[in-house]
């Protein structure tokens, strides 16, 4: 196999996972769904003509171009049954990544970490942030990094709240954030706070989001939220 057909498979490939897996947003790239496909399978139309593609014998040629455009159409049938793809993709992601949400019906299922607890891939203010889920905590809680990273006004923090941690008491800023985030469960308006540099080993997602779901549960290696 050529390298050109090797990176057109591998741009048609990576295609129709990203659709498969990102579909509920809406959105890749900036790009709507529908335009994301059409790109995807004109850059791969281009792979082939570009670069000597047609090398002057014309039964070559034409098998080229409909294998290409075979593959294109693998792509749209990938967008077009994405519904029915789309949870054994996130079945497998869920294993692959314990921290990327999957979507059972309305709810929102997360697997158990090598270290024994459970991470999302959570959104604060958009801004997607890997955090801890901890029931014993009260608050959303970021460290410094995260929360510059969500956009948070640094300058305007005060640390007035005494918050016990596993490391002792420390003094926190109290926050409210736009939005929190953890798969299509959105959540706006949350109480959270922000911790002094160094009180935190990672982001934490707290009661403030937890108590506003109608539920959440823990059986065996999997964690539920319901919105």
Known sequence: MSMRAIIGLTVIGGGIAALIVFHESGMIGGLTNDRFAQVVALVAVLILVSGGAFSG???K???????WLGLALVLVAGYAYRDTLQPIASRITGELVPSRPRAVGNAIELRRGANGHFHAAARINGTELDMLIDTGASRVSLSQADAQ??????????YVAQVN??????????????SVQIG????????????????????????????????????????????
């Open 149 to 158: 990273a969500a956009g948070i006004d640094m300058a305007a923090l005060r």
């Open 61 to 67: 040629d034409v098998r080229n171009i409909a294998i």
């Open 165 to 178: 941690t596993a490391n002792g008491e420390v003094f926190m800023a109290p926050v409210r954030l736009a």
């Open 57 to 59: 014998r014309l039964g």
């Open 184 to 227: 299509t469960i959105r959540i706006d308006d949350v109480a959270g706070f922000v911790a002094p540099a160094g009180a935190l080993g990672g982001s934490v997602i707290g009661m403030s989001f937890l108590e506003r779901l109608s539920g959440y549960a823990v059986a065996g290696d999997t964690m539920t939220l319901t919105p």
